[in-house]
């Protein structure tokens, strides 16, 4: 099957890889880390398709209903521990 990746906020930066269906979202997400110039690590990423974060990443492709040349959105996982307030 064939992908097409982007990055939250990054216009015009698409990635197109071929990835085989039975892989799971985790197995995804290191080909995007490995295949991309996004500046992610895959425990970093978020993904999301059609509006709604995939969050089972032992779910297969064809699990999460992903289809050949789907588009998948890639964000950076926001880390809220580092927003305590010190007064």
């Known amino acids: 099957m064939h ?3 982007t990055k939250l906020g990054d216009d015009g930066d698409l990635l ?3 990835i085989a269906s039975d892989l799971t979202i985790k197995d995804l997400k290191g080909v995007i880390e490995s295949e991309s110039d996004f500046g992610m ?8 398709y059609d509006g709604k974060l995939l969050t089972n990443e032992n779910r297969t492709l ?3 209903n992903l289809k050949d040349y789907d588009l ?5 996982i926001l880390c809220t521990s580092s927003l305590r307030n010190s007064n």
């Open 72 to 76: 998948i959105t890639c964000q950076r």
């Open 16 to 18: 197109t890889i071929e």
């Open 3 to 5: 992908l097409s990746i």
């Open 41 to 48: 690590k895959a425990d970093e990423m978020n993904l999301y």
């Open 62 to 64: 064809d699990q999460a």
